[in-house]
Structures are given as C-alpha cells and as structure tokens.
C-alpha cells in the first residue's frame, strides 16, 4: 500500500480511523452536561481533521456513534441529533469544499428522517470527489456491517473472496485503516471496523477526545513511523 513520506522520513498513514472516546467525562469534569462534551468532541474533530489532510493524509473515518449508542437515554441522543442540525453542515462543509468525499457509514436509517436528509446531502454535494474522504459512522457497529455484507453477497449468489467481501462494506474502495486511535483511556475497539482493522497499527490516548490535540495526532504518527508493519513476513523478507 503507497504510504506518503513528509520530511524524507516520517510515515503518513493513508487511513486513519478514530475512536472519539472521552467526550463526557470531559463535560462531567467541568461540572457541563455531557451535551456539552460532544459538541466540544466535533468541533476537535473539525480541527483535528484539516490538520491530518495537511499532512498528507487521504482517508478518514470518525466513530461518532455506535449502534450500541442509541441504548443511551432519549436526552443525550437527541443532544446529538442536534448536533447534527444545527452545525455538521456548517463544520464538515468546512473541510469537505477542499475537495473531500463525505461518506456515512451505518445503519443512518435509524436516525431521525431530517439528520439523515443533512447527510445524505452532503454526501451527494461532495460525491465527485476522488481520493479523500472522511467516513462518518453513524448508527455504526462493525458486526451489522458485516451481517449486512454476507447478505447482500447472498443476495447475488456469490462465491466471495477476501476482496470481493470488502467491496460489499460501507467502505468498498478505500484502503484498510493503517491506523486507529482511540481516546479516552479505553483500551478496546467497541464493535469498530472489525474487519477492515485486521492489519492496522493501534494507538490508544488517555487523553479525553476534546482536548486530544493537533500535536497529540503528530505523536500518534510518529509512534506509527517507528513500528514495523510485517504483514506475516519476517523483517528479512521486508
Ligand atoms: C464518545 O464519548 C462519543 C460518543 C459515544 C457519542 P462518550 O460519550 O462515550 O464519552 P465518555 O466515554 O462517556 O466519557
Ligand atoms: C465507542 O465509544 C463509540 C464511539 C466513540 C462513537 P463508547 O463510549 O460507546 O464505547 P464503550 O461503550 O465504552 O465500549
Ligand atoms: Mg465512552
């Protein structure tokens, strides 16, 4: 897989993927309500984001909530659904206009009829973009994902490969997440692209996700540089 090199020596993952983990106990420690934490987390993200395109990374995907999220209570949940009405448009709109492909992944079905229209328009505004994008799971578990592809293989009555099972996920095209990290001290991957994490480097933080900075990101890259990625092989054979 092509790995792009700053600096003549620091390995850019092309995929990143992101655990956003943290974002309430960040509230709970200020005395705010966990509303407050998320909308804190998504505006992180934004930054956090632009700075990883400038590095020279081409895929993104955002956990941003779990199909086990939505057990949370009514109130929480609709906090984020505004979320989603009040400010995606304006903070992914931000980062798309450069050029970048905006893709839901999940069961968005689930969520509420005017969230799933913002982001059904925003992946069609941004849907001639090639090459970059972000994926940004909603209502997301790795297991549906799964189920949803052996499905739609049986459907077509398939024999399938590796390959063919991975151009049935939400992800279909993209390269597999060199990269996942996870915030909030959790040392777990909470039902996240468990097939496409198969070979990927993973970097946990104790940082909560809010304050989990741009220099944070640029460490977790530089701990990334320095691993050997074997794939099976022996470093002779590297
Ligand atoms: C992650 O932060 C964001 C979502 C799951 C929506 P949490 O809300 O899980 O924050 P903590 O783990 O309770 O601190
Ligand atoms: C994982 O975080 C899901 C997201 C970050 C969206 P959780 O906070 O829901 O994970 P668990 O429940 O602690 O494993
Ligand atoms: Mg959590």
């Not at 050997?228 to 054979?237: P, S, V």
Request: hydrophobic share 35%; charged share 30%.
């Amino acid at each position: 897989m092509r790995e792009n090199t700053i600096k003549g020596e620091l390995k850019i993952p092309q995929h990143i993927a992101i655990i956003m983990d943290g974002n309430g106990r960040w509230a709970k420690k200020r005395l705010m309500p966990r509303s407050f934490g998320h909308k804190n987390g998504m505006e992180r993200m934004i930054g956090l984001m632009e700075h990883a395109f400038e590095l020279g990374v081409n895929y993104i995907t955002v956990y941003a909530l779990s199909t086990e999220n939505l057990k949370r209570p009514k109130e929480e949940l609709d906090g984020l659904f505004d979320l989603i009405r009040n400010h995606f448009k304006q903070y992914f709109g931000r980062v798309c206009e450069r050029g970048v492909q905006l893709r839901a992944i999940g069961d968005v079905s689930l969520l509420p009829e005017d969230c799933l229209q913002i982001l059904k328009e925003a992946e069609a505004e941004t849907a001639q973009y090639k090459g970059k994008a972000i994926n940004v799971a909603v209502c997301y578990g790795a297991r549906a994902e799964i189920v949803r592809a052996a499905n739609r293989a049986m459907e077509k009555g398939e024999t399938l490969t590796e390959e063919s099972f991975s151009r049935l996920l939400y992800t279909e095209d993209q390269p597999d997440p060199d990269l996942i990290i996870r915030t909030g001290k959790e040392v777990r991957l909470s039902n996240f692209l468990l097939w496409q994490a198969a070979y990927a480097e993973l970097y946990f933080s104790d940082k909560m996700f809010p304050e989990f900075s741009d220099k944070d990101l640029d460490k977790a890259i530089e701990e990334y540089s320095r691993r050997t990625r074997r794939f099976g092989k022996t470093d002779e054979q590297l």
